[in-house]
Antibody, heavy 119, light 112 residues
Framework: QVQLVQSGAEVKKPGASVKVSCKAS????????ISWVRQAPGQGLEWMGW????????NYAQKFQGRVTMTTDTSTSTTYMELRSLRSDDTAVYYC????????????WGQGILVTVSS | QSVLTQPPSVSGAPGQRVTISCTGS?????????VHWYQQLPGTAPNLLIY???NRPSGVPDRFSGSKSGTSASLAITGLQAEDEADYYC????????????FGGGTKLTVL
């Protein structure tokens, strides 16, 4: 069965970077992409960007341009999302979701990673 | 401020029908881009409920249905059940500078 398993919770100081992972299984990794979506405490969903597992092409939301990098490792079917220059308002649960292309719906989601940014 | 506008909350009694609206603009829903809907139970990841405006993934009860017209879309839930109490989000694509994928602000459904 399709599964997306994300890495564990992180606590970071303002100005630091965080790199989280999303390991896929149960399907042919390179036939889908991965979107990253975050949710601040008590808030709604916010799309961060998308990466193709086929060729590594990316689309980032304008808000995160220059601060986010998404990569994939096809040998381990793992996608990574790095967010730099962290601020307190980056505190959120970060989800990965399997999608065909950026505009596609996420049909399988990871369990989410709580990233806390605090001094 | 979300690009797609949803009511913050809706409510209904068990067995009733409720609808949740998702209002966009000419750069997203009105441009013909598909709308997808998610259900998010407390403390869990979103779950795909409706894709491509009105299609249900396998396993989603037919009590849930979606529609789209003009610059808006709607999610309808009939035969409301206590387990339907959750947050619901719409998603679409936006061709403006706001960038690609956009979500509604979410609607909290309370089953009375």
């Amino acid at each position: 069965q399709v599964q997306l398993v994300q890495s564990g919770a992180e606590v970071k100081k303002p100005g630091a970077s965080v790199k989280v992972s999303c390991k896929a299984s149960g399907y042919t990794f390179t036939t889908y992409g991965i979107s990253w979506v975050r949710q601040a405490p008590g808030q709604g969903l916010e799309w961060m960007g998308w990466i193709s597992a086929y060729n590594g092409n990316t689309n980032y939301a304008q808000k995160f341009q220059g601060r986010v990098t998404m990569t994939t490792d096809t040998s381990t079917s793992t996608t990574y999302m790095e967010l730099r220059s962290l601020r307190s308002d980056d505190t959120a649960v970060y989800y990965c979701a399997r999608v065909r292309v950026a505009a596609s719906p996420g049909d399988y989601w990871g369990q989410g990673i709580l990233v806390t940014v605090s001094s | 401020q979300s690009v797609l506008t949803q009511p913050p909350s809706v409510s209904g009694a068990p067995g009733q029908r409720v609808t949740i609206s998702c209002t966009g603009s000419s750069s997203n829903i009105g441009a013909g881009y598909d709308v997808h809907w998610y259900q998010q139970l407390p403390g869990t990841a979103p779950n795909l409920l409706i894709y491509g405006n009105n299609n249900r993934p396998s396993g989603v009860p037919d009590r849930f249905s979606g529609s789209k017209s003009g610059t808006s879309a709607s999610l309808a839930i009939t035969g409301l059940q206590a387990e339907d109490e959750a947050d619901y989000y719409c998603q679409s694509y936006d061709s403006s500078l706001s960038g690609f994928v956009v979500f509604g602000g979410g609607t909290k459904l309370t089953v009375l």
